[in-house]
Every structure is written in structure tokens, then in C-alpha cells.
């Protein structure tokens, strides 16, 4: 069978978690960048393929995977080393445990401070970010207890957990870098004075195998 295809959107966090995934499996694959100042993921041709028109979506064959969670499921199946989701029934629970809290804590929170950065609206947004980065401090505390006792998210190896984590972390940390969230004063800046553990986990993450090949290409 030919390589899996991954339509994506340089940037996008659930994007980055699937190529880092493709990646640290050692999986061959083809890109397909998605323009999103062009709307091209709601292009015909593209909601053909998956008709709520986002990414990341996987197309292997005759199948067609959307939704990352289940695009890492897929690949977890067709290539089963290193496992993203456990090996045992107590540290598959922490890996989804930890996914299940990142997603209902900390992915809109985030995305409440990055966006209006990204798009230079921190002036009209500043009661937002400052209530966003109360909340983002919080869960990034809990994580940095996590990572207190363990190197990564759900144990002693990688998992979908710390794949999907980690592009929101570094989300954040892009967005907070920027010059004018300094005089919001966040206490999210930089990562390594805020929250050491965390900062020291996305180096480890940064040394994961072809972590170079998954950097968002706009970013390089
Ligand atoms: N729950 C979905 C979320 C996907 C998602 O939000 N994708 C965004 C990029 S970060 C997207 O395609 N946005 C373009 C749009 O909605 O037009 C997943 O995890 O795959």
C-alpha cells in the first residue's frame, strides 16, 4: 500500500500532534498543506474529503481518518511501535486521562490568549487573555506537579498524551513570547522560569525523533 497522506494547516496544534506521531513511528508519509488565508480546507475538493472541512485528516488506502485522537488511534494499529497509548491498563488510563484534560482544560483557554495575539488584538482583548492566563496557569501548575515525578505525561514513555499537549504548550509559549503580551504582565514567560518541569519535558519532546520534519514549516 502506498504511504499514508496527511492533509494539514501549518500551526495547528492537532496537526502538529499527528505529523509528530507519523514521526516518532517512524512512518513514511505525504503532505498535503492546507492554506487556511485561502479557506482551502472548505475548498470543494477538500470537503469531499472530509466534509466538516478541517484538519488534520489521514487518507491510507481506502481509508480516511478525521479527528487527531483517531488518527493517532489508527497509526497505533497499522504501526505499533513505540504505543502512544499504553502498555498496561493503568498507564493507558493516564495517557487518555491526561488527553481527556488537556482538551477540556487547557486547548480554549489557550487558544483565548494566542489568537488575539496572533492577530495583534491584545489591547482590545486584555480582560480575555488575563482571565484565559489565570486559568492556563493553573493547569500548567498541575502539569508541572506531574512532571515532579514523572519524565513524561503518563509515565516512563512518550505517549498521545504528551503529542498532544505539547503543540498547545508551545502555542502558548509562541504567542506569549510576543512583545506586546509583555505589558500584560501573564507570568507565562518564559516557560523555563514559570514552570521549569514543563520547559525541561518539551526539550525532551524537541529531541523525540524527527521532531525537525513536524515543526510547523511557517514557523521555521
Ligand atoms: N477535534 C478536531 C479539531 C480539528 C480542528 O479544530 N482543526 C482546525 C485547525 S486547528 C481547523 O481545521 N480549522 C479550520 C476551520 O475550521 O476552518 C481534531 O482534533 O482533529
Known amino acids: 500500500m502506498s504511504p499514508p497522506e496527511l492533509y494539514f494547516i ?4 492537532p496537526c502538529w500532534t499527528v505529523m509528530l506521531a507519523l514521526e516518532v513511528k517512524g512512518l513514511a508519509y505525504r503532505q498535503h498543506r492546507l492554506d487556511n488565508a485561502k479557506r482551502e480546507q ?3 475538493e ?6 466538516r472541512g478541517q484538519v488534520p485528516v489521514l ?6 481518518v478525521c479527528e487527531t485522537l483517531a488518527v493517532l488511534a489508527y497509526l497505533d494499529a497499522i504501526q505499533p511501535t ?19 484534560e488537556c482538551d477540556a482544560n487547557l486547548r480554549n483557554p489557550v487558544g483565548g490568549i494566542s489568537r488575539p ?21 493553573d493547569e500548567l501548575a498541575l502539569l508541572e506537579n506531574r512532571l515532579a515525578s514523572t519524565p513524561w505525561l503518563a509515565g516512563e514513555t512518550l505517549s498521545a498524551a504528551d503529542l498532544t499537549l505539547y503543540p498547545v504548550v508551545m502555542q502558548l509559549s509562541r504567542a506569549v513570547a510576543r512583545e ?20 525541561a519535558w518539551s526539550e525532551r519532546i524537541a529531541a523525540s525523533p524527527g521532531y525537525d ?8
Open 213 to 220: 520534519n513536524a515543526y510547523p514549516p511557517h514557523w521555521k
Open 180 to 199: 506586546d503580551a509583555a505589558p500584560l504582565d501573564l507570568a507565562l514567560h518564559p516557560l523555563d522560569t514559570h514552570f521549569p518541569k514543563l520547559a
Open 46 to 51: 477538500f470537503l469531499a474529503i472530509n466534509p
Open 82 to 100: 513505540p504505543p502512544l497509548y499504553g502498555t498496561d491498563p493503568a498507564e493507558t488510563a493516564r495517557v487518555w486521562q491526561a488527553i481527556c
Open 117 to 137: 495575539l496572533f492577530r495583534g488584538k491584545a489591547q482590545e482583548a486584555t480582560e480575555a487573555i488575563t482571565k484565559a492566563a489565570g486559568v492556563v496557569r
Open 42 to 44: 472548505k475548498s470543494d
Open 10 to 13: 501549518s500551526g495547528s496544534p
Open 59 to 64: 487518507r491510507h488506502g481506502e481509508v480516511t
